[in-house]
């Protein structure tokens, strides 16, 4: 008796429904709504604060931007930025990319998705993706909810640059674009060592957790001048750095380094992901 | 075996082993499961049965052996085969969030090979051969066990398959959805589905399968046909009868052993081993029976029930080995 192939007959697609179902699995999450909106009260509280009390901060006090936003609504979204960066930010990432496997392993889907079979190359960039994806609606969430309570609360009109020069309201949303488009690109890097430290357990708040630790140590090491020498090696080290986006002209070349960076610990990690998971006994 | 009986089986393993740190789980084991087959995969707990499965679907690395599934090396050309290959692993797994539905939705994504566009009809046909349309909007963290396992079931049986592998699927199913399951099975095997089936339910495994396994302690200790592992265990005459120990004497007359095994004492039962090759012509006893004065109330000749073949080759240990 011959083998009948009934895979020829069968027409591969490129498999991008599993993304599509990634995506919707991961926002039909009401964990993944709580923590967007968790990130959206940030600028909410922010701008309320500010508000309220009416006294006026002197230029450079509290965080950066902090002084313009009575000024200028637009602000609002940028100081909320750098308000959820070191810690909210880092903390909400790691949740996603630290499930991104072991949450899977976790609830046993993971033997399923492949034995359907998901390969498990294409797993872990349709994680990878998830996980990016959710860093760009934080960021979005930081922008538009930021735009929407500084326009509701404060005066709206020409943004004075850091540099001293003024633009317009369109020119100033093209900005606040780049920053989250910086902050975006930023946080990669995060991602893919959440992506790893995933594919090492199926305990997902161990990954979480570690995941999350890693970005805090990275600052703390950052912040210390002690260790100069490694500064330039940490996918900490640009995360407040798009001032130079908000200068006239904007000043690109910190986007460029930080884009880099990133992009060399994704394939790192991605590739020590790989490595971990291609070979893996799936005992959970 | 020649290359043609090869390729008549579905699941071809040579030597497969697997240990773990301090233990060999599975421990060179040569599975031959001929294609059409219901094949039962029994063994107690511990034997190693969920090993062999995640090591033939590819989840996890044999230690050393080699394995075909419907014809092709494991793990090697897992992309070609896995589509064809529907399976429940060591019991149903989903995310609770999701109605049972978009479960199914999910897990249909996975496989490159289902088409997009008639993954609705699937969904909804592999729903209703389970019994769970009515369930498929709620949500599979509020199922029970048993619609838990149903909707595991549905999982399987997702895209046409040629084998389907069902790690114990009758696991916390009613009545109803035993025979359900059984008569699910049967309707697999009509359509000419290879369906591997493990268990420690050995009466289920008599019902419904044409060939088994016996796994112990990691080893294969019995593979063949139903009939095969069946006739190799002896027969016992039984004897229903309030004489109890009038009829043990007769038999003991005739060099068998005889024991009250119902020591109930409204339906008394004796029955004794007959030896395997029989010098004793076993139509000789009845007739000595009702000779000495025995109430017969009911007599026959039994092959050893799967059962019996399963502890004699398991040990009647209840402990799971460490
Ligand atoms: N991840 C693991 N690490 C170490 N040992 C394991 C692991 N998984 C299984 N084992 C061991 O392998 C042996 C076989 O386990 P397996 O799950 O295959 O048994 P089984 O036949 O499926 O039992 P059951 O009928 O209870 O499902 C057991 O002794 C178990 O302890
Ligand atoms: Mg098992």
């Known amino acids: 008796m011959s083998v009948p192939d009934t895979t020829v007959a ?77 810690l909210f930010l ?125 970005s805090v140590v990275s600052q703390i090491l950052g ?15 640009h995360w407040l750095g798009f001032a130079g986006l908000l200068s ?27 490595g971990r998971f291609a070979t893996k006994d799936v005992l959970s | 075996m020649t290359a043609s009986a090869a390729a008549d089986l579905a699941i071809d393993s040579r030597g497969l082993t697997k240990r773990f740190r301090t233990q060999t789980a599975v421990d060179s084991i040569d599975l031959a499961v001929p294609r059409g087959s219901v094949f039962g995969f029994l063994g107690p707990n511990g034997s190693g049965k969920t090993t062999t499965i995640r090591m033939l679907l590819g989840l996890i690395t044999p230690s050393d052996g080699e394995i075909r599934v419907l014809g092709e090396r494991m793990p090697d050309k897992l992309r070609n085969v896995l589509p064809r290959v529907g399976a429940l692993v060591e019991g149903p797994a989903f995310y609770p969030f999701l109605t049972g539905r978009a479960n199914l939705h999910r897990f249909d994504t996975a496989d490159r090979h289902a088409s997009r566009r008639t993954r609705p009809e699937r969904v909804n046909a592999a729903l209703e051969r389970v019994g769970l349309t009515n369930a498929a909007s709620k949500k599979a963290g509020a199922y029970s066990l048993g619609m838990k396992q ?51 339910l050995l009466a289920e495994v008599e019902q419904m399968c044409t060939h088994a396994a016996i796994m112990s302690a990691g080893s294969i200790v019995a593979q063949g046909s139903l009939d095969e592992l069946r006739g190799a265990g002896e027969s016992h005459v039984r004897v229903q009868t309030p004489d109890a120990s009038t009829a043990e004497s007769v038999l003991a007359r ?62 009647e240990g209840f402990d799971v080995r460490s």
């Open chain 1, 10 to 86: 069968r027409r591969s697609s490129p498999g991008l429904d599993l993304l599509g179902s990634e995506l919707s699995v991961l926002f039909s999450r009401r964990r993944t709504w709580a923590m967007l909106a968790a990130v959206a009260l940030i600028p909410i509280l922010l701008a309320v604060a500010v508000r309220l009390t009416a006294s006026e901060l002197d230029p450079g006090e509290g965080p950066p931007f902090l002084d313009r936003v009575t000024q200028n609504g637009l602000f609002v979204s940028f100081t909320a930025t750098v308000v959820a960066i070191p």
């Open chain 1, 90 to 214: 880092p903390l909400t990432i790691g949740v996603v990319a630290g499930d991104t496997i072991a949450g899977e392993a976790g609830l046993g889907t993971l033997r399923y998705l492949l034995v359907s079979p998901a390969g498990r190359l294409r797993l872990l960039l349709v994680k990878f993706a998830g996980a990016a994806a959710f860093c760009l609606a934080a960021t979005l969430t930081l922008l538009v909810v930021g735009s929407l309570i500084g326009a509701l609360l404060f005066p709206v009109g020409p943004v004075t640059l850091l540099s001293g020069e003024t633009i317009g309201v369109a020119e100033s949303v093209w900005r606040s674009l780049l920053v989250a488009a910086y902050v975006t690109v930023s946080l990669l890097g995060l991602c893919a060592i959440g992506l790893f430290i995933s594919t090492l357990t199926s305990v997902p708040v161990g990954a979480m957790a570690a995941t999350v630790l890693l």
């Open chain 1, 223 to 237: 912040a210390l001048p002690q260790l100069e020498w490694l500064h330039p090696w940490l996918f900490t080290q």
């Open chain 1, 248 to 274: 006239q002209p904007a000043d690109l070349s910190e986007f460029g380094t930080n884009a880099l960076m990133q992009l060399g610990y994704i394939a790192v990690f991605f590739a020590l992901a790989y």
């Open chain 2, 150 to 200: 149903r909707l595991g079931i549905a999982n399987a049986l997702l895209s046409p398959r040629d084998l389907l592998v069902l790690d114990e699927p009758t696991n916390g199913l009613d009545p109803q959805g035993t025979r359900e399951v059984r008569n699910l099975v049967h309707s697999f095997a009509a359509e000419g589905t290879t369906v591997f089936v493990s268990s420690h």
């Open chain 2, 254 to 315: 005739f060099g068998l052993l005889p024991a009250l095994t119902s020591p109930n004492e409204a339906h008394p039962e004796v029955s004794a081993l007959l030896p395997p090759s029989t010098e004793l012509d076993p139509d000789r006893l009845l007739p000595a029976l009702l000779e000495a004065g025995v109430r017969v109330r009911g007599y026959g000749i039994e092959e050893a029930s799967l059962e019996e073949r399963f502890v004699a080759l398991t040990g």
